[in-house]
Each structure stands twice: as C-alpha cells, then as structure tokens.
T-cell receptor, first 115, second 113 residues
Framework: GAVVSQHPSWVICKSGTSVKIECRSL??????MFWYRQFPKQSLMLMAT?????????EQGVEKDKFLINHASLTLSTLTVTSAHPEDSSFYIC???????????FGPGTRLTVL | GNSVTQMEGPVTLSEEAFLTINCTYT??????LFWYVQYPGEGLQLLLK?????DKGSNKGFEATYRKETTSFHLEKGSVQVSDSAVYFC????????????FGTGTKLQVIP
C-alpha cells in the first residue's frame, strides 16, 4: 500500500506557457500533500504544503501566484507552473501522508524542461 | 530549528563491502527518523524508519538505530550490491512539526563490481 503517482513523468514546454502536474495517492486517502523541487545533485526543497479543501501553505521565497496548488480531493493534488521560464526547469516531486501519521510517501517525480 | 547532517559523498565501495552512511540530527522535540533512497531519475522511496529512541529500522538488509544520546541514525548494510547504487537521504519529522520533513543533503553511493 501507500502508492503515489505523478503525471506526467516528464514534460517539455515553451517559455511563457503553463504546465500542470498531477499527484495522486492510489490506495489511500491523503489528508496532506507536499510539493518539492529538486535541483541536480541536491536535496529536496519543500515548496508548499496542501491540505485537502484548504489553501496551500507556501514556504518562504516560493511565489504562490507562479506555483498554483490545488488539493481538491483526498487523492489528488495539482501543481501548475504558470508562465514558465527556463529557470523553472527542475525535477518536481510530490508526497502524501495519511491523517496523524509521520511517514511521507513520494511520487516518482516530474522532470520539467522549459525551452 | 531542525537540521540533518549527512556525510558527504560520493561513497564508492566494491560489491560485498560493508556500508556505513553517517547521519546526525538536531531537533526541538522527539522526532521520527527516516532513510529514503532515490534511484537515478526516480522519486524517493522509504527505506526504513524509527520512531523512538533505541528503535531499529530495517529493510532489504539495511539497518539504522535511533540513538538519542548521540543524536544519530547511521545507515548500515553488511554486504552491498551493485543494485544498491543510489542516493540516500536521512530525514526527520519533528513531533510537533506538522509532518514537515527535514532532509539531509543526500549521500551518493556507488557500488562497483
């Protein structure tokens, strides 16, 4: 159990366009989902925390108008990178947790390349 | 604040060698401790965890013991395989941290035949 999927696994887009990444918990209800960004050969940087049905909480320095997060159901959260630019190119990883647990289950990641 | 410190890599070992990756932490509460593994081009997979002092997490031949007195959670494996080549992240979730994970910087392990 505790499988998290992401879609797409990779995406290439033109500068100025928007890209939506989906994160799904396949076999459990995720009360909280997290979005991370990982630069090459570096650790994960937490971007935001989202709870089902409420607004996401963004980490300091993360533009909430640029990285739109929606957590409309207990099994789905989406991250939309708006007006993407080459500097947004990165590996984006989501994770999900069950209520009152401390273990995060990670998705396989989405490689975004902005041309 | 919370922090996790891991030994720098890369660590290069021959197959069947003994592995230790050091991890120490600082936390304000009573954290749960984790090791995650990331294979090339993939997301993170939970390798093992320990939730209280003296607990030992184990999985796939890997072990780590929660040492409160030394604030450590070192990862060990008695005999590594080529397939263990990956990046290993030590992490903690503080008891009052609203499930936020604090990661170490990761240690790359390369196992050569």
């Amino acid at each position: 159990g505790a499988v998290v999927s992401q879609h797409p696994s990779w995406v290439i887009c033109k500068s100025g366009t928007s890209v939506k990444i989906e994160c799904r918990s396949l076999d459990f209800q995720a009360t909280t989902m997290f979005w991370y960004r990982q630069f090459p050969k570096q650790s994960l940087m937490l971007m935001a925390t989202s709870n089902e049905g409420s607004k996401a909480t963004y980490e300091q320095g993360v533009e909430k108008d640029k990285f739109l997060i929606n957590h409309a159901s207990l099994t789905l959260s989406t991250l939309t990178v708006t007006s993407a630019h080459p500097e947004d190119s990165s590996f984006y990883i989501c994770s999900a947790t069950r209520l009152a647990t401390d273990t995060q289950y990670f998705g396989p990641g989405t490689r975004l390349t902005v041309l | 604040g919370n922090s996790v410190t891991q030994m720098e890599g890369p660590v290069t070992l021959s197959e069947e060698a003994f592995l230790t990756i050091n991890c120490t932490y600082t936390a304000t509460g009573y954290p749960s401790l984790f090791w995650y593994v990331q294979y090339p081009g993939e997301g993170l997979q939970l390798l093992l965890k320990a939730t209280k002092a003296d607990d030992k997490g184990s999985n796939k031949g890997f072990e780590a013991t929660y040492r409160k007195e030394t604030t450590s959670f070192h990862l060990e494996k008695g005999s590594v395989q080529v397939s263990d080549s990956a990046v290993y992240f030590c992490a903690l979730v503080d008891s009052g941290g609203y499930q936020k994970v604090t990661f170490g910087t990761g240690t790359k392990l390369q196992v050569i035949p």
